[in-house]
């Protein structure tokens, strides 16, 4: 499997901004999908993770309140919605998925076997 992240940018304080994750060579639907992000000399975060099902997402913390994990099996892509941008957003987001028929929206890197190549995110003040 695949995986293409799209729709970063160059945004200000404020705005909303939706990323998409296509997958190719293969379907996702029995697949835990997530959404990374990694700032300059950070360490690589989880942003929101969603099971098969839609159901029981996991967010973190950073963005919770400001984010929409969703996911539409039939095109083979998960998106990220996130509203009311701040600067310290600014990363660059990895979309990312466990292998098949593992359950759990784990927030460790680790356990999540399928890494596109992230698309950054700049959030100007």
């Known amino acids: 499997v695949q995986l293409q992240a799209s729709g970063g940018g160059l945004v200000q304080a404020g705005d909303s901004l939706r990323l998409s994750c296509t997958a190719s060579?293969?379907?996702?639907?029995?697949?835990?999908m997530g959404w990374f992000r990694q700032a300059p000399g950070k360490e690589r975060m989880l942003v929101a993770a969603?099971?098969?099902?839609?159901?029981?997402?996991n967010y973190a913390d950073s963005l919770k309140g400001r984010s929409t994990i969703s996911r539409d099996n039939a095109k083979n892509t998960v998106y990220l919605q996130m509203n009311n941008l701040k600067p310290e957003d600014t990363a660059i987001y990895y979309c990312?998925?466990?292998?098949?028929?593992?359950?759990?929206?784990?927030?460790?890197?680790?356990?999540?076997?399928?890494w596109g190549q992230g698309t950054q995110v700049t959030v100007s003040s």
């Open positions: 990312t998925a466990r292998r098949a028929n593992l359950n759990g929206v784990s927030s460790s890197p680790g356990d999540y076997y399928y």
């Open positions: 060579g293969g379907t996702i639907s029995r697949n835990v």
């Open positions: 969603i099971p098969w099902s839609g159901s029981r997402r």
